[in-house]
């Protein structure tokens, strides 16, 4: 985000006793050649944001990003992370809730399912707009866009696949079927595809040896939706898909394109027309 021109001031938030201080890491990004100001701040670990984050680090916030938590490890499940990173993620929300009630929250927190609703609810207990809570799923967007381009070799910039449902095993559903250069692949092509988008995460897991999970790609793909936001909060409408809470299917949040305005979420989009496939 400090790459973005549009940022004026970047807070980095982390808690004390990190492998990398937060200090270090605000340091290190306030090098770089664009105009915002990077600042600190770390709390110890039994703080509660909520009342001990000095106010300058939230207040006037127009996006605020949660990459907190902790990472799967092989073999584990979304729901295992649940009971420990839902709490992780109030403390914060918490926070933006009575420094920055109208900014955007986009909760890159595992599982996303489960903890953006969690975390829309609490909003809507202190009378603040539950959409201003929206789930980062742009990563699965971002898979999908690259297989694609693995499989077709089509232009990748010109690539465009909107992924709907959730951010979890099968309820992560890219639809192939509305980019013009997924209209020769096979069935089976495209499942194998559904498959790899679904289980791209572990992919990584595996592929670092249960010492981390997606970081670099994950930063890339926030930095896409946060851009998104703040495009759309200077009055230049854009798109990205995102979980958010929305009447799109009979259930109360769901991932699907939604145009980010100058109020923040300014439209969740109905689904597309899906093949016999997708509907199944």
């Known amino acids: ?44 670990a039994q703080a509660r944001p909520v009342k001990d984050l000095p106010a300058a680090c939230l207040e006037g916030c127009s996006l605020v990003l949660v990459t907190a938590g902790v990472p799967r490890k092989p073999g584990q499940s979304r729901k295992d992370l649940l ?27 595992n599982p996303v399912n489960s903890v953006v609703p969690a975390m829309a609810r609490l909003y809507e207990k202190k009378g603040l707009d539950p959409r201003r809570i929206i789930g980062v799923t742009t990563l699965d967007v971002v898979r999908a866009n690259k297989f694609v381009f693995e499989a077709t070799g089509a232009p990748v910039d010109s ?18 079927s509305q980019e013009k250069a997924c209209a020769d692949l096979s069935l089976e092509l495209r499942k194998s595809l559904d498959v790899r988008v679904q289980d791209a995460g572990a992919e990584i897991v595996r592929a670092k040896c249960g010492k981390g999970s997606a970081t670099l790609s994950l930063g890339y793909a926030g930095y896409l939706l946060g851009s998104a936001v703040l495009n759309g909060l200077a009055g230049n409408r854009t798109t990205e898909c995102a979980f958010v809470k929305s009447n799109v299917t009979e259930l109360p949040y769901f991932a699907s394109p939604v145009t980010f305005g100058p109020r923040g979420v300014d439209r969740v989009h109905q689904l597309p027309r899906l093949d016999n496939y997708e509907k199944d």
């Open 159 to 176: 690539i465009n696949v909107p992924v709907i449902g959730g951010h979890a095993g099968k309820s992560v559903l890219p639809l192939f």
């Open 83 to 109: 009971q420990v990173n839902a709490g992780i993620a109030k403390l914060v929300v918490e926070a933006c809730a009575k420094r920055c009630p109208e900014a955007i929250v986009g909760l890159i927190v």
């Open 1 to 44: 985000m400090a790459t973005n021109t549009m940022v004026k001031e970047l807070s980095v938030y982390d808690l004390e006793g990190g492998m990398v201080p937060a200090e270090g890491v605000a340091t290190d990004l306030s090098h770089l050649e664009f105009p915002c100001r990077v600042k600190a701040y770390s709390l110890p």
